[in-house]
């Protein structure tokens, strides 16, 4: 009887021990389900934020090229409007100096009253009034408004002048005191209208 009891002691305690070991596998099993489920659920966060991630490097990418093709717009159309500037200076610089080398043989032939302006005005003869109270009034000031002269130009008793009297008007006018505006300009119509 001892040894029954015993035997089933044994059974019973294998037993028990066989249904701990299932309770545990089962529970083992449980939780490497539970384990599988988290990490692919882990996986899939993650797969999804690196696309996420992707999609926004991308459009990073896409602004960083179109702020730098903007840039390169820009930096194309300051240097096509740096060009044109330059062109434009380049001209006013041309015209300058045409200006002033027709200035400076008129004031060659007002300094020397034997020297005619035939020859400058290409074989028109002397220079006219209007003519002459142009490039007085351009000697010493380099502005680049255009000289407006109605009341002259529309007086019809416009008389010429030969350079003798070219050169009188310049002596006239560097000899008195620099005015500026209107005092200027009505000197030098008082200096004309002297002849």
């Given amino acids: 009887r001892m040894r029954v009891w015993r035997k089933s002691a044994v059974c019973i305690q294998a037993a028990a021990r066989g249904h701990a070991a299932r309770l545990w596998t089962r529970r083992e099993r449980a939780a ?32 960083r090229v179109a702020r730098g ?30 200006i002033q080398q027709l200035q400076d043989v008129r004031l060659k032939a007002m300094l020397n009253p034997g020297v005619t302006t ?8 002397p220079a006219p009034v209007i003519e002459i109270y142009q490039t007085l009034n351009t000697l010493r000031s380099r502005t680049r408004k255009p000289q407006r002269l109605p009341s002259l130009a529309a007086n019809a008793d416009v008389t010429l002048c030969t350079t003798h009297e070219l050169g009188m008007a310049y002596q006239l006018l560097s000899a008195q005191p620099r005015r500026t505006g209107r005092g200027k300009a009505a000197q030098r119509m008082a200096i004309l209208h002297a002849f």
């Fill in 69 to 98: 093709h903007a840039a390169r717009l820009l930096v194309s159309k300051l240097r096509g409007q740096a060009a044109q500037f330059t062109a434009v200076v380049a001209a006013e610089k041309a015209e300058r100096k045409r």
């Fill in 32 to 63: 490497i389900r539970i384990q599988a489920a988290q990490r692919r659920r882990r996986a899939q966060r993650q797969r999804a934020y690196l696309g996420h991630e992707r999609s926004t490097g991308a459009a990073t990418h896409l602004q």
């Fill in 118 to 125: 035939a020859p400058l005005m290409a074989g028109k003869g």
